[in-house]
């Protein structure tokens, strides 16, 4: 039952860190597009996160997989995949000279993230809670209905 319990509190944590790094990519956005940062500084910030917040991603994706959490693989599947496919067609970085052209999408694209991400953590907190009362009232058969 521990283990349940760590697998959560591990989940919330990254969770917690990819919401507030998507979040700190749409600040930069927005302070971009109202000209409190130049281009490049906001580029270099945002490609600063994107392989990190990939990596937490896909080894998130892989600790739901490996724990039988199929429900939790099955929602953070898409954004992997979704991720993945950046990498190998070499998109995942904002260029400075196109930023202007594409900042639009770029929002959009972290805005869709961050609610996805959002709502990832939010489902995370529910089991966590969940898992750390039926640890404390030792109840096992009662955490396998959820």
């Known amino acids: 039952m521990a283990w349940d319990l760590l697998l959560w509190i ?4 990254v969770s917690l860190a990819l919401v507030a ?16 940062l130049n281009p490049f500084e906001t580029s270099t910030r945002i490609n600063r996160l994107v392989i990190p917040e990939f990596i ?17 693989f099955l929602v953070a599947l898409p954004v992997t995949v979704y991720h993945a496919m950046l990498y190998n067609e070499r998109r995942y970085l904002i260029d400075v ?8 999408f770029e929002k959009k694209l972290r805005f869709t993230k961050l609610g996805f991400y959002i709502f990832l953590f939010i489902m995370v907190v529910f ?12 109840d096992d058969d009662l955490l396998h209905l959820f």
């Open 10 to 13: 591990i989940s919330f944590f």
């Open 21 to 36: 790094s998507v979040f700190y990519q749409v600040i930069c956005l927005t302070d971009l597009e109202a000209d409190y």
């Open 56 to 72: 937490l991603q896909g080894s998130l994706c892989l600790l739901f997989l490996f724990t039988w959490h199929w429900v939790f």
């Open 97 to 104: 000279t196109e930023v202007f052209r594409t900042i639009s």
């Open 127 to 138: 089991r966590l809670t969940l898992s750390a009362v039926y640890s404390f009232t030792e």
